[in-house]
């Protein structure tokens, strides 16, 4: 069945550094999601990527979809202590529904 | 905006008793979904509903079995509590057929002894 993988597991970095999770895939998916799980809390939806290729920002965040739609990355730039938490990555293949990544938690030290 | 509203929020069980999880969303999504999640396993799907009245099986359906009572209702329930159940369940649902965006609820914190 379909994997998805998640590297690193865990990251530490100084505030104003900057982080990247990368995501793959054993098959080619027709979209790719990323979520956010503060501490303690639930994950929370932060965007989808669906075209080969595609590059999306939302302020400081970075996400790439691959060309061939089996990777994908998020990387923040210049991280601040609310960056804390854990970032997943979920894909869908050809069944109906997601399968998420195991996370990877982003520790930020002032 | 309640959204997604899971209860109980936290629950001790002995092993072999039995319980039921419940999730409701306000959203008037087709798609619901029951999760649980590991220390380092990330979020395995245990059953989901694509529409009212189906449901199916997820990597990890073992020892449960699910309700979709309504469109606005998903229940999930352990007949007979085993200490490999101890994890966090959240449901979600989705209005998007499978292909959008899930909404979480709070989550459910499960021990068993």
């Known amino acids: 069945g379909q994997q998805v993988m998640q590297i690193p597991q865990y990251q530490h970095v100084q505030e104003g550094e900057d982080f990247t999770t990368y995501c793959n895939s054993s098959?080619?998916?027709?979209?790719i999601q990323w979520y956010k799980q503060r501490p303690g809390g639930h994950p929370v939806f932060l965007i989808q990527l669906v075209k080969s290729g595609e590059v999306k920002k939302q302020k400081r965040l970075t996400f790439q979809f691959g060309e061939a739609k089996k990777n994908s990355s998020l990387h923040i730039t210049a991280t601040q202590t609310t960056d804390v938490g854990t970032y997943f990555c979920a894909g869908q293949g050809s069944g109906y529904a997601l399968n998420f990544g195991k996370g990877t938690s982003l520790l930020v030290t002032p | 905006n309640a959204g997604v509203t899971q209860t109980p929020k936290f629950q001790v069980l002995k092993t072999g008793q039995s319980m039921t999880l419940q999730c409701a969303q306000d959203?008037?999504?087709?798609?619901m979904y029951w999760y649980r999640q590991d220390p380092g396993m990330g979020l395995r799907l245990i059953y989901y509903?694509?529409?009212?009245?189906?449901?199916d099986k997820g990597e990890v359906p073992n020892g449960y079995n699910v309700s979709r009572l309504n469109k606005r209702e998903f229940s999930l329930r352990l007949e007979s509590a085993a200490p490999s159940q101890t994890s966090v369940y959240f449901c979600?649902?989705?209005?998007?057929?499978?292909?959008?965006?899930?909404?979480f609820g709070e989550g459910s914190r499960l021990t068993v002894l």
């Open positions: 979600a649902s989705s209005g998007a057929g499978g292909t959008g965006e899930l909404f």
């Open positions: 509903s694509a529409s009212e009245g189906t449901t």
């Open positions: 098959t080619t998916l027709s979209n």
């Open positions: 959203m008037n999504h087709n798609s």
